[in-house]
């Protein structure tokens, strides 16, 4: 069963980086777009950024100039560079890549790192 596996997560102080990293853990085709979501308790997963094969990238509001997302198309790995950390952006870090195969859609999802930010 091929699955994404994410690493980097940590404890980091305010305004300190981190770098995350994703790979598949086999072969996955025709990967159009791979991504960072994140989750805390008691909310909904939120997308965090985003980068298609061709390097179009989207970041969310919060991260917009802090985060940086980058892929490497022959291995399908996407990382995730965070600088200027806050504690709001302590969570769950998940990785995701998306399929499109006869028009149809499909997610393949990590476990998950935790990130916290604190003192």
């Known amino acids: 069963q091929v699955h994404l596996v994410e690493s980097g997560g940590g404890l980091v102080q305010p305004g300190g980086s981190l770098i995350l990293s994703c790979r598949p853990s086999?072969?996955?085709?025709?990967?159009?777009?791979m991504g960072w979501y994140r989750q805390v308790p008691g909310k909904g997963r939120e997308s965090v950024a985003s980068?298609?094969?061709?390097?179009?990238?989207n970041y969310a509001d919060s991260v917009k100039g802090r985060f940086t997302i980058s892929r490497d198309n022959l291995k399908n790995t996407v990382s995730l560079q965070m600088n200027s950390l806050k504690s709001e952006d302590t969570a769950v870090y998940y990785c995701?890549?998306?399929?499109?195969?006869?028009?149809?859609?499909?997610?393949?999802w990590g476990q998950g790192t935790q990130v916290t930010v604190s003192e």
């Open positions: 995701t890549a998306k399929t499109m195969i006869d028009l149809v859609t499909k997610s393949y």
């Open positions: 086999g072969n996955i085709f025709d990967i159009y777009v």
């Open positions: 980068i298609t094969s061709l390097g179009d990238t």
